[in-house]
């Protein structure tokens, strides 16, 4: 099939699965009763006495089908509704929350699959030797490591024990004061590609300072996932005939190792390393959380905790767009790593 | 497998639509709660007016370990009252007596109560209290532990009286208390709106109060006193009648009065001037008088010129007239003034801001204010009486629902007018007007003198500029433009969301939301030197990340939780630490007298 009648086949598949999610959503939230959703209108007791004016401004007694019109007829209008968590509508908010997350992830996302595979396969080539048992090893504590403990423990060492070493946040208050200002242009709202088209040495060291701990906390706990897969694999297509005709063709180990069976390898690593990506692009909640490095996983997580529908729903169709997309860019990267699979078709 | 999955979306689809429609109404059950057993008193639950005999209620306040809440629930942080009427407010009566743990008493009034009958059968019946929240969750399971002793001590049957405990979430809750009113009792906890005892009483005494109502206590006398009281201008037979009052909520024993927490606020030894009053909702205190300076000490002295306030949650706006929360007063309060506000921590005497004067007169129930001459804006507008007239005339012309701006229809129209919907714009533009220099309010009653001035000195009556809040189209000042601005749906609809034009002593640099606020100095503010150049309140939930912050020197305040008080003793010889702070507020358990709400 031709790539491009595949990816359009692939992106018309997306309108059934959002239209699909939000009205699943939007169901389970009608479990609530009108007066339950109301109150998450009222910060206080104070306000109380207004809830049948507030069920009657949000239209909340209405039945579920003339809620749920109501409000998809708002999206093909372009507007997704107020974000009450984020202070401003659902579509900026995406927008808003998206570079932070991003930053974390374009940082984040290299080091887990590069060192995912490099570790991965090192572990194969080495089986049952002491250089696999140390990464298997390393691999358990990663993986079983809770992200929220390893996250503070990191903070009270790094800014509690070496007092203000790396803070946590994006930015220190007065660096941040400079890029609010007029002298600073943002335009990705990501602070080290924006400090690097600003030419701005100082923003870039201090955003670096400030994504160090988040980093290492997403990575070691990840990198375990994908170098386990890794190291499965490899062992998998080292035990296939091709290798065994390299190695008998005389061919380096290194060469076989590298080019004939980590290549073929690839393959479930790629699949994976598409959901880390998608993972991390749609929220990694406990870090953003314990670092205040609010992305759109904070985001997320606050709108479900506050029943904030609106920003649920439009979540759930950022989501559902996102990972659609990635599984797209998965497939089309299988065709590249290996010439066997044929987009639409069967595995020749 | 395309077709597969459009199927088994169809199916899903299909599903849903006939389960949903059925979801959110509810089927009236056969009792009116799940929640009091056999809806009986036969031993295995209660009736639903369980709670209508006052022994009952009498034996339930005497059975609550008052003591033990407070220092296991609060960490100590908390004081006994006797009435909801806390200390700090205006008629708060010190003699009126409280209920203390005595079991024998709680057996004297059980035996009492239904003729007996409550005793001899026993009972049975759940509490419900907000997940999460441990002072709420301990105060249900002190009250289960009491009854099942005394069934072991006094009645020598363990099974005898049974009090379940349940958690649910806090929406849940809040549609129980006022909707489905299906719990036997209920807790929940009361603000001020301002430091008046008729602001306490109403809610929790009135026929038709916030709690009271739906707790099914109230009645006409009980109404008629609650007004004679406020009306009293004579301070010293209105104090008597408030006395009156809080004695009465300690006879009736409506609901069981938990504490009035105590608070504290922690900086760092480098900032000074720190008082508390306690209706500012500013965390930090008026923030204008605190001062920065290096002293020393074991945190290092950093960010120079920076006020730095690291606490938990957003603001909702920065609307003047939308703002009800004491996050969004305390930004507002910075950017924004008010005619008058309080003087130091009195909560009752009054400093002059944007007025220079006032002054009420007792025969035409007018308040007449002088606007002080030569103050600026921040984009440069003159503050004149007309802006004053344009803020209040423009907040109730917004009424947005749940808002704070029933303060204002009040005291100016009284009876029954609570928003925009009760009266028409004639009404309004007649309760403000421009007299030369001053602006005159016309109340409409002498009550509301003293309560008039506690609600002008609140953020929500801060004074905007006319002219400059027309020009970015908001209302413009006329009958006909009122139909675009009425009731606003979300904060964002209205212009003043997140622009900001004020006389005070800082401007707004940058909302980043759910994140931080910050502020730059006005250097050309009417009232002399401020203190920083900037102040920066930013959203840290995690509570490590602001201990740590405060001990480094990168935050100057952080929010600190009352259940982490003890972690920060070892800390506080760094610090400066403001102790016993009472704060006007109140918990308490409600008795639902008609569970289920009065048959319809």
Request: net charge negative; with cysteine; glycine share 10%.
């Given at each position: 099939?031709?790539?491009?009648?595949?990816?359009?086949?692939?992106?018309?598949?997306?309108?059934?699965?959002?239209?699909?999610?939000?009205?699943?959503?939007?169901?389970?939230?009608?479990?609530?009763?009108?007066?339950?959703?109301?109150?998450?209108?009222?910060?206080?007791?104070?306000?109380?006495t207004?809830?049948?004016?507030?069920?009657?401004?949000?239209?909340?007694?209405?039945?579920?089908?003339?809620?749920?019109?109501?409000?998809?007829?708002?999206?093909?209008?372009?507007?997704?509704?107020?974000?009450?968590?984020?202070?401003?509508?659902?579509?900026?908010?995406?927008?808003?929350?998206?570079?932070?997350?991003?930053?974390?992830?374009?940082?984040?996302?290299?080091?887990?699959?590069?060192?995912?595979?490099?570790?991965?396969?090192?572990?194969?080539?080495?089986?049952?030797?002491?250089?696999?048992?140390?990464?298997?090893?390393?691999?358990?504590?990663?993986?079983?490591?809770?992200?929220?403990?390893?996250?503070?423990?990191?903070?009270?060492?790094?800014?509690?024990?070496?007092?203000?070493?790396?803070?946590?946040?994006?930015?220190?208050?007065?660096?941040?004061?400079?890029?609010?200002?007029?002298?600073?242009?943002?335009?990705?709202?990501?602070?080290?590609?924006?400090?690097?088209?600003?030419?701005?040495?100082?923003?870039?060291?201090?955003?670096?300072?400030?994504?160090?701990?988040?980093?290492?906390?997403?990575?070691?706990?990840?990198?375990?996932?994908?170098?386990?897969?890794?190291?499965?694999?490899?062992?998998?297509?080292?035990?296939?005939?091709?290798?065994?005709?390299?190695?008998?063709?005389?061919?380096?180990?290194?060469?076989?190792?590298?080019?004939?069976?980590?290549?073929?390898?690839?393959?479930?690593?790629?699949?994976?390393?598409?959901?880390?990506?998608?993972?991390?692009?749609?929220?990694?909640?406990?870090?953003?959380?314990?670092?205040?490095?609010?992305?759109?996983?904070?985001?997320?997580?606050?709108?479900?905790?506050?029943?904030?529908?609106?920003?649920?729903?439009?979540?759930?169709?950022?989501?559902?767009?996102?990972?659609?997309?990635?599984?797209?860019?998965?497939?089309?990267?299988?065709?590249?790593?290996?010439?066997?699979?044929?987009?639409?078709?069967?595995?020749? | 497998?395309?077709?597969?999955?459009?199927?088994?979306?169809?199916?899903?689809?299909?599903?849903?639509?006939?389960?949903?429609?059925?979801?959110?109404?509810?089927?009236?059950?056969?009792?009116?709660?799940?929640?009091?057993?056999?809806?009986?008193?036969?031993?295995?639950?209660?009736?639903?007016?369980?709670?209508?005999?006052?022994?009952?209620?009498?034996?339930?306040?005497?059975?609550?370990?008052?003591?033990?809440?407070?220092?296991?629930?609060?960490?100590?942080?908390?004081?006994?009252?006797?009435?909801?009427?806390?200390?700090?407010?205006?008629?708060?009566?010190?003699?009126?007596?409280?209920?203390?743990?005595?079991?024998?008493?709680?057996?004297?009034?059980?035996?009492?109560?239904?003729?007996?009958?409550?005793?001899?059968?026993?009972?049975?019946?759940?509490?419900?209290?907000?997940?999460?929240?441990?002072?709420?969750?301990?105060?249900?399971?002190?009250?289960?532990?009491?009854?099942?002793?005394?069934?072991?001590?006094?009645?020598?049957?363990?099974?005898?009286?049974?009090?379940?405990?349940?958690?649910?979430?806090?929406?849940?809750?809040?549609?129980?208390?006022?909707?489905?009113?299906?719990?036997?009792?209920?807790?929940?906890?009361?603000?001020?709106d301002y430091?008046h005892a008729d602001n306490?009483i109403v809610p929790?005494?009135h026929s038709q109060g916030?709690?009271?109502?739906?707790?099914?206590?109230?009645?006409s006398?009980?109404d008629a006193q609650i007004a004679a009281a406020f009306q009293d201008t004579?301070?010293?037979?209105q104090?008597?009648?408030?006395?009156?009052?809080?004695?009465?909520?300690?006879?009736?024993?409506?609901?069981?009065?938990?504490?009035?927490?105590?608070?504290?606020?922690?900086?760092?030894?480098?900032?000074?001037?720190?008082?508390?009053?306690?209706?500012?909702?500013?965390?930090?205190?008026?923030?204008?008088?605190?001062?920065?300076?290096?002293?020393?000490?074991?945190?290092?002295?950093?960010?120079?010129?920076?006020?730095?306030?690291?606490?938990?949650?957003?603001?909702?706006?920065?609307?003047?007239?939308?703002?009800?929360?004491?996050?969004?007063?305390?930004?507002?309060?910075?950017?924004?003034?008010?005619?008058?506000?309080?003087?130091?921590?009195?909560?009752?005497?009054?400093?002059?801001?944007?007025?220079?004067?006032?002054?009420f007169c007792q025969t035409d129930l007018t308040y007449?204010?002088?606007?002080?001459?030569?103050?600026?804006?921040?984009?440069?507008?003159?503050?004149?009486?007309?802006?004053?007239?344009?803020?209040f005339e423009?907040a109730m012309c917004?009424d947005?629902?749940?808002?704070p701006v029933w303060m204002f229809f009040q005291p100016l129209m009284g009876g029954d007018v609570w928003g925009y919907d009760d009266t028409d714009f004639a009404a309004i533009n007649a309760s403000v007007e421009?007299?030369?220099?001053?602006?005159v309010f016309t109340l409409s009653s002498a009550a509301w003198e003293l309560p008039f001035l506690q609600i002008l000195?609140?953020?929500w009556a801060?004074?905007?500029?006319?002219?400059?809040?027309?020009?970015?189209?908001?209302?413009?000042?006329?009958?006909?433009?009122?139909?675009?601005?009425?009731?606003?749906?979300?904060?964002?609809?209205?212009?003043?969301?997140?622009?900001?034009?004020?006389?005070?002593?800082?401007?707004?640099?940058?909302?980043?939301?759910?994140?931080?606020?910050?502020?730059?100095?006005?250097?050309?503010?009417?009232?002399?030197?401020?203190?920083?150049?900037?102040?920066?309140?930013?959203?840290?939930?995690?509570?490590?990340?602001?201990?740590?912050?405060?001990?480094?020197?990168?935050?100057?305040?952080?929010?600190?939780?009352?259940?982490?008080?003890?972690?920060?003793?070892?800390?506080?010889?760094?610090?400066?630490?403001?102790?016993?702070?009472?704060?006007?507020?109140?918990?308490?358990?409600?008795?639902?007298?008609?569970?289920?709400?009065?048959?319809?």
């Open positions: 099939m031709e790539l491009r009648s595949y990816i359009i086949r692939r992106l018309l598949l997306l309108i059934p699965v959002l239209f699909g999610v939000t009205i699943f959503i939007f169901g389970i939230t009608m479990l609530f009763s009108p007066i339950e959703r109301a109150s998450l209108y009222v910060q206080d007791a104070r306000q109380m207004n809830i049948p004016a507030i069920i009657e401004l949000y239209g909340l007694d209405q039945p579920f089908w003339v809620q749920y019109g109501n409000w998809i007829g708002n999206v093909f209008s372009g507007n997704l509704g107020w974000s009450r968590v984020a202070g401003m509508p659902v579509w900026d908010a995406i927008w808003n929350y998206l570079p932070t997350t991003l930053e974390l992830a374009i940082f984040a996302t290299p080091i887990i699959i590069l060192m995912g595979i490099f570790l991965g396969s090192q572990a194969a080539a080495h089986k049952d030797r002491p250089l696999d048992h140390g990464t298997r090893v390393m691999a358990i504590f990663g993986w079983s490591l809770p992200t929220f403990w390893l996250g503070l423990i990191l903070i009270m060492v790094f800014y509690g024990a070496i007092a203000g070493l790396l803070p946590p946040g994006r930015l220190t208050t007065e660096i941040q004061t400079l890029v609010n200002s007029a002298e600073f242009t943002r335009y990705t709202h990501i602070n080290t590609i924006d400090a690097i088209l600003n030419l701005n040495g100082a923003v870039l060291l201090d955003a670096l300072r400030h994504l160090i701990l988040p980093v290492i906390t997403l990575s070691v706990t990840q990198v375990a996932f994908i170098m386990r897969l890794m190291r499965s694999s490899m062992l998998e297509s080292l035990g296939k005939g091709y290798v065994l005709t390299a190695r008998a063709k005389g061919l380096a180990e290194r060469v076989v190792v590298n080019k004939h069976a980590r290549r073929n390898a690839l393959i479930p690593v790629i699949t994976v390393a598409g959901y880390v990506f998608a993972g991390m692009a749609n929220g990694v909640v406990i870090t953003e959380t314990i670092f205040t490095y609010k992305g759109i996983g904070w985001w997320s997580a606050q709108a479900a905790i506050n029943l904030d529908i609106p920003s649920v729903l439009g979540f759930a169709l950022f989501n559902a767009a996102l990972f659609v997309l990635v599984n797209l860019v998965v497939d089309i990267l299988y065709t590249r790593v290996d010439p066997r699979v044929r987009l639409g078709g069967t595995v020749q | 497998m395309t077709r597969k999955f459009l199927l088994s979306f169809v199916a899903i689809m299909v599903t849903l639509a006939m389960v949903i429609p059925g979801c959110g109404s509810e089927t009236p059950p056969e009792l009116p709660s799940t929640y009091i057993g056999s809806g009986a008193l036969d031993g295995d639950g209660i009736p639903v007016d369980f709670f209508s005999d006052i022994d009952v209620r009498k034996a339930f306040c005497y059975a609550f370990d008052y003591d033990t809440y407070i220092s296991d629930a609060l960490n100590g942080q908390g004081v006994q009252r006797g009435s909801p009427v806390v200390e700090g407010l205006y008629g708060y009566d010190p003699g009126t007596p409280m209920y203390s743990y005595c079991l024998t008493e709680a057996v004297d009034h059980m035996q009492d109560a239904w003729s007996g009958d409550a005793w001899d059968k026993g009972f049975k019946f759940t509490l419900l209290y907000n997940a999460g929240n441990l002072p709420r969750k301990t105060a249900c399971e002190m009250v289960s532990e009491a009854w099942a002793g005394i069934g072991n001590t006094y009645a020598e049957e363990p099974e005898k009286f049974q009090v379940g405990v349940q958690a649910l979430a806090w929406p849940t809750i809040l549609g129980k208390i006022f909707g489905t009113r299906d719990m036997p009792m209920f807790q929940i906890g009361w603000l001020p430091p306490f929790f005494m916030t709690f009271s109502y739906f707790q099914g206590y109230g009645d006398t009980l004579n301070p010293t037979t104090q008597a009648k408030y006395d009156a009052l809080q004695q009465q909520y300690y006879d009736d024993a409506p609901g069981i009065v938990l504490a009035q927490p105590i608070a504290r606020r922690y900086f760092t030894q480098h900032i000074s001037g720190f008082y508390y009053n306690p209706v500012e909702s500013s965390y930090a205190g008026r923030v204008l008088d605190l001062s920065k300076s290096d002293a020393g000490g074991d945190i290092p002295y950093l960010h120079p010129g920076y006020f730095t306030f690291e606490t938990i949650g957003d603001i909702d706006s920065l609307d003047p007239a939308w703002i009800y929360d004491t996050a969004s007063g305390m930004q507002v309060g910075m950017i924004y003034e008010q005619l008058l506000y309080y003087d130091g921590n009195s909560t009752d005497t009054f400093q002059p801001l944007l007025a220079t004067a006032w002054s007449h204010f002088t606007i002080r001459e030569g103050v600026t804006f921040h984009e440069g507008g003159n503050l004149t009486p007309a802006d004053v007239e344009y803020t423009r917004q947005r629902p749940g808002g421009v007299d030369g220099n001053d602006v000195s609140g953020q801060c004074i905007v500029d006319k002219e400059w809040c027309i020009d970015q189209g908001d209302w413009d000042g006329t009958e006909s433009g009122i139909a675009a601005v009425l009731h606003p749906q979300n904060a964002g609809d209205t212009v003043l969301y997140d622009l900001t034009n004020g006389t005070g002593p800082w401007k707004l640099n940058t909302w980043t939301h759910s994140d931080q606020i910050s502020l730059d100095k006005n250097t050309s503010y009417w009232g002399g030197a401020v203190p920083f150049d900037h102040v920066v309140t930013k959203v840290v939930d995690e509570w490590t990340n602001r201990r740590l912050s405060l001990l480094n020197g990168d935050a100057d305040l952080v929010y600190v939780p009352a259940t982490r008080f003890d972690e920060m003793e070892t800390e506080e010889s760094k610090l400066k630490v403001y102790k016993d702070l009472p704060s006007l507020s109140i918990d308490a358990f409600f008795f639902n007298m008609i569970i289920g709400g009065p048959p319809s």
